[in-house]
Antibody
Framework: EGKLVESGGGLVQPGGSLRLSCAAS????????MTWVRQAPGKGLEWVAH????????YYADSVKGRFTVSRDNAKSSIYLQMNSLTAEDTAVYFC????????????????WGQGTLVSVSS | QSVLTQPPSVSGAPGHRVTISCTGS?????????VHWYQQFPGAAPKLLIY???LRPSGVPDRFSGSKSGTSASLAITGLRAEDEADYYC????????????FGTGTKVTVL
């Protein structure tokens, strides 16, 4: 049974930076695309980014492009989300999820999810 | 603002059937991209309920079923139970603006 555990959330001032981590276990990490999804308080889910098995391909939502960077360390079975130039609109619970199928093909879905980590952007 | 529209809420009595619609357009569902459904309880992570339009992961009861036609998809819950009270989201892919994964606006299911 796969397990994902996010960490690194917290309170940060507007314009600040934060790095989220997601540690995976219970499955062969190197075989899967991985995704970050966020959920603002009381709102719906929003896809943020995903990264290929070997880290060679990365895709971002327009709302975070140029400010966020997704990366992975397969030796540590972990993915990361470096978030810069944060604004109040980035306040959300950030989930990492395991993706199934080839994500650039448009049909990937997410079968394992972490419990999420809360990022609050406020002065 | 999501490109996949769901009703904000649906309700039904125990044992009854409810359906949740997910309305898209020619750039997402209508372009034959698959639709997936997630269930989310307050304060918890989403859980995969339906993938590939109408397939159930292992462990998901057959009371849950998915369908797709044209630019819309639906999730049906039959034999409604108190533990089905949760938020439900559809997910697909949209080709506009370079392409991105999109979630529906979400639907709150209330068991009366």
């Amino acid at each position: 049974e796969g397990k994902l555990v996010e960490s690194g959330g917290g309170l940060v001032q507007p314009g600040g930076s934060l790095r989220l981590s997601c540690a995976a276990s219970g499955f062969t990490f190197t075989m899967y695309w991985m995704t970050w999804v966020r959920q603002a308080p009381g709102k719906g889910l929003e896809w943020v980014a995903h990264i290929k098995e070997d880290g060679s391909e990365k895709y971002y939502a327009d709302s975070v492009k140029g400010r966020f960077t997704v990366s992975r360390d397969n030796a540590k079975s972990s993915i990361y989300l470096q978030m810069n130039s944060l604004t109040a609109e980035d306040t959300a619970v950030y989930f990492c999820a395991r993706a199934r199928k080839y994500c650039p093909g448009g049909n990937c879905y997410h079968d394992y999810w972490g419990q999420g980590t809360l990022v609050s952007v406020s002065s | 603002q999501s490109v996949l529209t769901q009703p904000p809420s649906v309700s039904g009595a125990p044992g009854h059937r409810v359906t949740i619609s997910c309305t898209g357009s020619s750039s997402n569902i209508g372009a034959d991209y698959e639709v997936h459904w997630y269930q989310q309880f307050p304060g918890a992570a989403p859980k995969l309920l339906i993938y590939g339009d109408n397939l159930r992961p292992s462990g998901v009861p057959d009371r849950f079923s998915g369908s797709k036609s044209g630019t819309s998809a639906s999730l049906a819950i039959t034999g409604l139970r108190a533990e089905d009270e949760a938020d439900y989201y559809c997910q697909s892919y949209d080709t506009n603006l370079g392409g991105s994964y999109v979630f529906g606006t979400g639907t709150k299911v209330t068991v009366l």
